[in-house]
């Protein structure tokens, strides 16, 4: 009997340091039917909360581009964007496995560039693996990077570094021939190392055979409930943007909630009423 993912308690600070959840545990993981929960994360101010809330996987998405850095797409991210960031993330988390993303640009070319993009984001930010999009065609960066040392998570479906060519975020693997095509990249993903599949806007009924046929853990992203985990982009679940995509259910609306704290503290710095003498210090 294989053992559970390492509990997590919900404080942060004082308690001993839990333990951290390693790639075999997300094997073990889908064996027993436990899901596993991902979150993208971009800095050590959200990692430390969504850590402590225990969550098992960390994602330094290259959504940074969108999310934090304005971009209208993922493409312009380097690998100079992606490092700061995984490094506020690796500091502040004690379980969870932080993921990062390797930018557009940073693997393509081959074994070789994977290979050393791979080994500059961990030897540079303490993070535990990296994730790479694509199937068959990135199969060998896939098998160095784990030759390597370097744990992969794959990632099919819409693939939003390759949105040009998809024609925007649409769902793919519809119809046979494309779910075949989809579950084969699944498979050489699989066999070339990767530890964890994410799946982007894939039909549940491909989502799910392809679950089925793999023993590694699926993580879906608008991909159905029959995954072995879920995965979605903080901001979308926190409600911090005007629109969020269908899949991506906001959890809260903490946009809303911190525009009206901003706009209380501009108020009270205007009629003079902050700061009062409970924050400030007397002589
Ligand atoms: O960059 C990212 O946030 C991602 C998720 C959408 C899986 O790749």
């Not at 879906?220 to 995954?227: D, E, R």
């Not at 259910?249 to 209380?264: C, H, M, N, S, Y």
């Amino acid at each position: 009997m294989s053992a559970h993912l390492p509990a997590h308690t919900s404080s942060t600070g004082g308690s001993p340091a839990p333990r951290r959840v390693r790639v075999h545990h997300l094997a073990e993981a889908k064996a027993r039917g436990e899901k596993l929960t991902m979150l993208t994360a971009y800095d050590a101010v959200t990692a430390r909360i969504f850590d402590g809330a225990g969550i098992d996987m960390l994602l330094v998405g290259d959504s940074i581009g969108n999310t934090m850095h304005g971009h209208a797409t993922t493409l312009p991210v380097t690998v100079d964007d992606m490092i700061p960031a995984a490094r506020g993330v690796a500091r502040a988390t004690r379980r969870a496995l932080v993921v990062v993303d390797l930018p557009f640009g940073s693997y393509e070319a081959g074994p070789e560039q994977a290979l050393a993009t791979g080994v500059r984001i961990l030897k540079e930010t303490g993070a535990h693996a990296v994730k790479i999009e694509g199937g068959k065609r990135v199969a060998a960066q896939i098998r160095a990077l784990t030759d390597a040392g370097i744990p992969v998570v794959g990632h099919l479906g819409f693939t939003p570094q390759s949105e040009n060519l998809l024609g925007g975020p649409r769902v793919q693997g519809r119809g046979d021939d494309a779910a075949e095509v989809l579950s084969e990249d699944a498979v050489a993903v699989a066999e070339a190392g990767a530890v964890a599949l994410v799946l982007e806007m894939v039909p549940v009924e491909v989502a799910a055979r392809v679950t089925e046929i793999l023993r590694i853990p699926t993580i879906g992203i608008g991909a159905g409930v029959q995954c072995d985990g879920q995965v979605l982009v903080w901001t979308d679940l926190a409600g911090m943007t005007e629109w969020s995509p269908r899949f991506a259910k906001r959890f809260a609306e903490i946009g809303t909630a911190l525009g009206q704290a901003v706009a209380d503290y501009a108020a009270e710095v205007r009629d003079g009423s902050f700061p009062d003498d409970d924050h400030s210090f007397a002589q």
